[in-house]
C-alpha cells in the first residue's frame, strides 16, 4: 500500500472542518496547476488528498447520496480554458479531463426496473447482468430520437445518463408509463452526484497510476464502485463521445478532490467549448440537433444501441420495417467546410436540396470549419462534394462515433 492510505483520514478530516471552495474556484486553481506542472509530473503522495488503491466494493452507490452533499460541488461546468486547441490535441494525443455534471442521471430502481427498461427503450436490457453497461435510445411510439441514454446495470438499479435538456422531459415520460402493478421508481439524481469523462490515449496509463487498472481493456459500460474517504466512487468503461475512455461518477463532496487528481496525473481540463467542438467532430448526434422529431433512430445511425431481435418496446414497430423494406431514407455525415455556416442551412447537391446541416463548429487549426448534417442517402458518399447554403463548399466524410456503430449484416 502506498503512502496516500495515510491521507484518507486526513483527506475527510480537511473536508469536515474547512472550507471547501466554489466549484469555479476548484477548476481554476486545477487549471493553474496542471499549466504550471505541464512539463513536470508531480510525485503520486504529494497530489491525491485520498487512496484509490482498495479494490472495488460491493455497494449500490446511488443509494447512500444525501441533498447535502451536493453543496459542496455543484455545476461547475467551464465555458472555455482559451486554451480549446490543447484541450482537443489532448484528446488525440494525450489525455483530457471534461466535468458533465450538467448531465443528466436518472436512477431507476424497484423488482421490475430491468423489464421496464428493457420496454421502454431500444436496447436489450434483459441480456446484461450487474456491472455491466450499454448504450440506449429513448424514442417516440414512430422511432423519432429523443436521446441516447449511458446506461449502467448496478446491483439495486440502473443509471442513466442523458443530455441536459431531456432530463426532465425523459423523467417524466418514465413516470408516466409506470403502470399500478410496476414495481418502479424513477429518482432524478442530477443535483446529488457529480460527473466527469476522462478522455484521449494516456487515459488508460492515468487510470493505472491510480490503481484502476482493473478496468482497463473491460468492455464498454463495464463499471466498478469504489471507496474515497468512505464516499463512493463509481468508474466506468467509455466517456460519451467513444467507446474508449472513463466516466466517473461521484459524491460532489468528493468530486473536488478527483478533479484535482486527474489533472494531478497530467489531465488537460475540458470545458464545455471545446467539448462542443469535439462532439461534433467526432459525430456524436445531440438532443435538438440531430435527435429530433425529424429523425429517427436508424438514420441517426444509433445501430449500437438499437437491438432487433428483443421482443415488443416501444419504436420496434417501426424499426422492424426501416430494417425489413430497407426504409432508411437519410444518414448523418460529418462535413468538413470551406468556411462558417448556420445550422439549418440547406445542403444541396448540383443545386437540388438533399439534406440539412445540425451542427457546425469552427473546428481546430488542424480541421477547419465542421458540421454534421442530415443527407439523402442517394446522394451521400464518403469524399462527395455538397454545397451548404448559398456557397459553402462542404466534403463528406465519416465521423468516429457513426463508424463504431456497425448495422446488422444482411445475412
Known sequence: MSSLSAAISCGCSLRRTTHVPTSHKLRNDAFWLHQKNYRKRFSLSWVLPFDLSPPPIDLDPLGTLTDAEAEVWKDGTTKTYDNDDEQLDAVNNGVAVVDLSDYGRIRVSGEDRIRFLHNQTTANFESLVEGQGCDTVFVTPTARTIDISYAWVMKNAILLVVSPITCGRITEMLNKYIFFDDKVEIQDITNQTSMFALLGPKSSRVMEDLNLGDLVGQPYGSHKHYSVGGMPLTVAVGSFISVEGFTFMMS?????????????????????????????????????????????????????????????????ETISRLVTYDGIKQSLWGIRLSSAVEPGSSIKVDGKKVGKLTSFTSGTKASGPFGLGYIKRRAASDGNTVTVGDSVVGTLVEVPFLKEQLPPSKA
Open 252 to 316: 460532489p463532496a468528493t468530486a473536488g478532490s478527483v478533479w484535482k487528481a486527474l489533472l494531478g496525473q497530467g489531465a488537460i481540463p475540458m470545458g464545455s467549448s471545446a467539448w462542443e467542438t469535439l462532439r461534433i467532430l467526432r459525430g456524436r448526434p445531440a438532443p435538438g440537433k440531430e435527435l429530433a422529431d425529424e429523425f429517427n433512430v436508424l438514420e441517426a445511425g444509433l445501430w449500437r444501441a438499437v437491438s432487433l431481435n428483443k421482443g415488443c418496446y416501444k419504436g420496434q
